[in-house]
Structures are given as structure tokens and as C-alpha cells.
């Protein structure tokens, strides 16, 4: 059984009610019917009838509860609440109803927000920062959280390496330079979301092009301090670097390149030093080795708020609805 298929079985044992703000995209409702026949979760779909008509046409979606912001029930309760958050910023009733109703990303985190509905997938036809906006400022950062950050949960096929192919890739989707400080939130987030996703010990390795000082630069230095200062945030943890990327996950390489790592060679946790490294090694691994990219998954939100690549596939989003439904079982 392959990790999303453990991933779905989990979600099906205590179902949550995810909301699926782009009703405007097909995407969103060809996901819709497979995740309501495999029984996943709850969802909810925000959407006027000029959306869902246009859209869902030849497809099954009766299970789903589709909201019009334009006549629902709770929308003024929703608008009480946006202005109540965010009344120091100098929101109005009148700026929150336009929000609202124009931007359905704003809507569900108000529904997750007030108690609604659990958790909320976007981004397949809205950028990161159009998804992330809104849970920012309704939801908030989890307590104690230093940095929101996001992941891949890579799945490689016919793959020995890793977790048997199965990958946290980090940061891919949000900070574009990460300091050492930031660099070591990083690493021990997305150590946490890797043991509670696959239930497995998680194996840090924090990427460079230099392993254990083979190479002299800023970069490297940088990535250098990430490791000290994550170390000592989670001393229990499996973490080491700096590590290229061989000497991370190949056993040989590692035992060659860093002989006294216990992590080189056995990584299953890969810590990029920037966005560009980050966005372009997933997208790499995805297209190359055909393996299957779920995420962007946000972590250090209070509630599961998790974003898509624009280039999904129904099915990408289907999985990161399951994802996401047992990121809420472990609130």
C-alpha cells in the first residue's frame, strides 16, 4: 500500500469537512466526485449557480454542500466576524462584504475561523500568496509557531530511497531566502509533518553544493548555522549538514561523503537552502522521475490551510484533500 493510499484510509476513519473555494475551475469538481465516491471527507464547495453550472457539468457532486456567498445564511455572520478580526486594520462591513464575496479564499477561512468546516484546499487557479493572504489574517499562526512555512510530500516510484520513495521537500512553495534561523524553523517543522503524516522517524538533512565543508562560500556558512541552530531547537532530532543532495539519501555517497553522519545516505526530510532550489528540485524530481508532488502543504497555520500548484491535476488535489483532512484529525 502506497503512502496516499494510507493517507485516504486514515482520512476515511474520522472524516473532516474540507472547503474547496474554486468552484470556478473544472479541476475543483472533477476532484470533488472522486473524493466524495472514495468517501474522504466532508466537503464544501463555495460557489453562485453561475460557477457550478458552468463548471461541474456531467459530474456527480450531490454529496458535497455548495454555498452561495451571495444568499447563504451565515454570510453576515461571516462578515461580523472578518470586521471584528481585523477592526484594528481598519476593516468596515462594507470593505468585508466586497472581500467576501469576491474572494471565496476569504470565505472559507471564515468558515474554518467560526467553526464551519476544518480545513481549506486552494491554489489551482490562485497564486500562493492569493491562498496564504486570507488564512493569515483570519486564522493566524499557530502558538509558539516562529515561521509559516511550506512542503512537498514527495512520492517517487520504485524508489529504495527516502522512506521507500516517500519525501518531505521543504521549504518549495513560500520563503524565497530563508536566514539560518528561518532555515532551522524549517527544518524542525517539516520534520514534525513528516513523522505525523507517515507515522515514520524523520531523517533531516539540510541541502547544499558542499558536504561537510567541501566547499567555502556564504552559502554554504548559511546553511552551516541552520543546522547548529536546529540542532539545538530539537536535540532529539535526526538532522545533519551541510549535505549535498547525493551524500543525503544515497547510502554509499553518504557513507563516503560524511562517514560519521547518522543521517547521510538515509535522508527522508530534504531541507532546500532557497526557494529556487527548493521549487526547482521538486519540480524536477515530479517531472523526471514521475513521481507524485502533493503540496504545497503550509505548516505553522492554526488550521490546515494547504495551497496547490497551478499546474495540478484533479487527482493532485484530491490527495492533498486527504492530506489535509488528517492534518485536522491531528489538531
Not at 502506497?2 to 474547496?20: N, P, S, W
Not at 469538481?29 to 473524493?35: D, F, M, N, P, S
Not at 537552502?273 to 513521481?291: E, F, M, S, T
Not at 490546515?304 to 484529525?329: F, M
Amino acid at each position: 500500500m502506497g503512502f496516499i493510499d494510507v493517507i485516504k484510509a486514515k482520512a476515511k476513519a474520522d472524516k473532516k469537512t474540507i472547503v474547496l473555494p474554486e468552484s470556478m475551475d473544472r479541476r475543483t469538481w472533477v476532484a470533488a466526485e472522486k473524493i466524495l465516491k472514495e468517501d474522504l471527507a466532508n466537503l464544501v464547495i463555495i460557489g453562485t449557480p453561475e460557477d457550478i453550472g458552468a463548471h461541474s457539468e456531467g459530474l456527480d457532486v450531490s454529496g458535497a454542500t455548495i454555498i452561495n456567498p451571495q444568499t447563504y445564511e451565515k454570510t453576515q455572520e461571516y462578515i461580523d466576524l472578518f470586521v471584528e478580526l481585523r477592526k484594528s486594520k481598519g476593516m468596515t462591513p462594507e470593505k468585508a462584504k466586497e472581500t467576501i464575496l469576491s474572494d471565496y479564499a476569504y470565505y472559507g477561512c471564515l468558515m474554518i475561523k467560526n467553526g464551519d468546516a476544518d480545513g481549506m484546499v486552494s491554489g489551482a487557479c490562485h497564486s500562493t500568496a492569493n491562498t496564504l493572504r486570507p488564512c493569515l489574517q483570519v486564522i493566524k499562526t499557530k502558538p509558539g509557531t516562529k515561521l509559516v512555512s511550506a512542503f512537498f510530500l514527495m512520492e517517487v516510484p520504485d524508489c529504495d530511497l527516502g522512506s521507500n520513495g516517500t519525501f518531505v521537500f521543504a521549504d518549495c512553495g513560500l520563503n524565497q531566502n530563508p536566514n539560518p534561523e528561518e532555515l532551522a524553523a524549517i527544518a524542525v517543522s517539516s520534520a514534525e509533518s513528516f513523522k505525523m503524516l507517515t507515522g515514520e522517524e524523520p531523517k533531516v538533512a539540510m541541502l547544499s553544493h558542499s558536504s561537510k565543508g567541501s566547499a567555502k562560500h556564504a552559502d554554504v556558512d548559511k546553511v552551516v548555522e541552520a543546522t547548529k541552530l536546529a540542532k539545538e531547537m530539537a536535540p532529539e532530532l535526526a538532522l545533519d549538514g551541510e549535505l549535498q543532495l547525493d551524500a543525503a539519501i544515497v547510502p554509499e555517497v553518504g557513507a563516503s561523503k560524511a562517514p560519521d553522519s547518522k543521517v547521510a545516505g538515509h535522508a527522508n526530510v530534504l531541507v532546500f537552502p532557497d526557494l529556487d532550489a527548493g521549487n526547482i528540485g521538486y519540480k524536477l524530481v515530479q517531472r523526471l522521475g514521475k513521481a507524485e508532488a502533493y503540496g504545497p502543504m503550509c505548516q505553522g497555520i492554526a488550521k490546515p490551510v494547504n495551497d496547490l500548484s497551478r499546474g495540478c491535476s484533479a487527482e493532485d488535489i484530491v490527495g492533498v484533500v486527504a492530506i489535509t483532512a488528517v492534518q485536522c484529525q491531528n489538531q
